[in-house]
Every structure is written in structure tokens, then in C-alpha cells.
């Protein structure tokens, strides 16, 4: 491939997906000066030669996930523009610390990081969204994260971590954290996240939830898919719970909620408030009007796509007959 592209001045876009490339020298790319977007997944790429992207200084997004690199040595970007790089499912077992300190957004999903130690992720100081997804990641360190000011977006879907991690940056506003060993929430247990707006921790072994577990969570938006196992009771300021065998909703569940606001569903773009409590075996007439006695908004039981007002989703699989129940009410 070197010297493939040396008239190509122009080009600005180059997609070399699902071939067989087994390496990259300081020659591959030589002439694109302008390339803008480079594709290299799914090749047999095992090695990156010092230099190979020195020259492509106009580089904004760069996807060299399912190769088989293992590590890589210092790839020399120059420039600010490289702000989306994908090194997902290349085998790396450490964060890599020879990428451009530019990146907004660092993708590092399905390889074999363990353990996130603090100052890995110093040399990345503007990330705006990070995906450790599909790891084995089963301790991420105190502060490991905290000095990520920019931190936006976290995903740590489907590692091993067995409780939130902690002094996480206050600048989050949606966290994924699925299929981890979750078990417990302790009383504040996303300390800080003041900002935050959507948390998923669907398919966790949770059984237990102490009653301020939420509590630091002030402009939840959605907070969607709780998993919970063998919970018979729900303390307070638990905004959903989806997917669970939960039996009893305490009165107070979310008296801690001062607000609900409206989002944009994705797939009809509808605006909405919403609260789902669903797939459970709570009968109807446990929801009590004290249990929304702090939310100011009209509210119906109603469907999940409900456009107006605060919609409240119940999908009661032991009642099934029950599962839309017309219900408004004023709450001061």
C-alpha cells in the first residue's frame, strides 16, 4: 500500500474497512494532507510504525478498532483536529498514552483493561465522552476519572465492577454502567453528579438499595432500565425501576425528585417527563399520591411515548389487566 495514495492531494475521506492490511509505515499515507476521516477496522493490522500519521494533520477521525495490536508505541499526531479516535477490540490491557491530549472522544470497548489506575487518563484533558465498554474492568481508582472536567458521557457497560466508582467528574451527564456485578447501592452512591441526567444500570445483580442512593441526583432526566433482584421493598428517591421482582413501592419513593424535565423521545420526537416503573409485581393501588407528593407536574399513568405532561409507565406483568391505569392529579 505505501506510496498508494501520493496523488491523491485532494482527498478528504478514505475508508479501508474489513481488508487485509498487516501493518502501517510512515509511507502508507503519504500526500493525504487533507484527509479528514480514515477507516482501518477490521484489517489484520499487528503493528503501527513510529510516524505513520505525523504528516496528517488534518485528521479529525481515526478507526483502527478489530485489529490485532496488543499495544501501541507513540503514533505521533500533531495538531488539534484528531478529536474522535477508535481503538476498540485490539487486545490493548493498559490505556494507551501516546494519543493526541486533542481527543474529545476515546473509544476502548471489548479489550483486556482490568484495572483503571488514577492519572491513566491524564494525558486526555478535554474528553468529552469515553466508552470502556465489554472490558474486564473490575476496579476503577479513587479519582481515576475526577480530574476529567470535560467528562460527559461514561460508558462501562458490561465490565466486572461490583460498586459505582468513586469522586467520578461532576461535569457527567449520562452514565452506563449495565451487566457489571452491581449488588448493592449505598446511600449516596453517585456522590458529586449533580449534573447528571441519565443513568442506566439495567441487568445488574442489585438486591439491595439504600434509601439516598439517588440522592445527589438532581436533574435526572431518565433514569432507565434499573435492574433489581429480590428486592421486596424500594426506599426513597428511586426515580425508576424497570425490569425487577419488586413487590412494594414505599410512599415516599420520590419525594426526593423536585423536578422532571422534558426530554425529546428519539423516535418520534416528542416531548416528555417520564418515570417508568416496569415489569414488577406491584398491584396498582400501592402507588400512593404521596409517593409523587414533591414532584411539581401533572402526571398520568399512562403509556411510555405519552407527549404530554409527566408520563408514568406500568407494565405490571402480574396484573397484566392493570398496566394502563388513566390517573392525573395536581401535585403542589
Known sequence: MEGAFIEMINLEQLNLRDNR???????SFVGLHKIQYLNLDANNISTIEVGTFQYLTNLAHLIISNNPLTTLSRLDFFGSRLQYI?????????????????????RLAKNNLTHISAGDFD???????LVLDDNCVSEIENDALGRQ???????????????VPPNLPPSLLALYMEENKL?????????????????????N??????????????????LKALLLLEVTTVPAATPLIENNTVTQQVATIFQ???FVTPTTDTYNE??????????????????????????????EINHLLTGHGLSITIENEKYPDDNIINYSATIA
Not at 21 to 27: D, E, G, I, K, S
Not at 123 to 129: A, D, F, R, T, V
Not at 149 to 163: D, P, Q, S
Open 205 to 222: 445483580e442489585i438486591q439491595d438499595l439504600f434509601p439516598c442512593a439517588f440522592c445527589d441526583l438532581r436533574e435526572i432526566l431518565k
Open 86 to 106: 477508535d481503538i476498540s477490540h485490539v487486545g490493548l490491557d493498559r490505556v494507551p498514552q501516546s494519543l493526541t491530549k486533542f481527543v474529545r472522544d476515546l
Open 21 to 27: 492490511l498487516p501493518q502501517l509505515t510512515t509511507h
Open 270 to 299: 416528542s416531548t416528555k417527563k417520564e418515570i417508568i416503573v416496569g415489569k414488577n409485581s406491584i398491584y396498582p393501588s400501592t402507588y400512593y399520591r404521596s409517593t409523587f407528593n414533591k414532584t411539581r407536574e401533572y402526571f
Open 149 to 163: 472536567e470535560y467528562l460527559m458521557r461514561l460508558w462501562l457497560n458490561g465490565n466486572c465492577l461490583t460498586k
Open 256 to 258: 426526593n425528585i423536585s
Open 183 to 203: 449488588t448493592s447501592l449505598a446511600n449516596y452512591s453517585f456522590r458529586g453528579l449533580v449534573h447528571l441526567e441519565q443513568l442506566f444500570l439495567q441487568r
Open 123 to 129: 494525558s486526555y484533558p478535554y474528553l468529552g465522552l
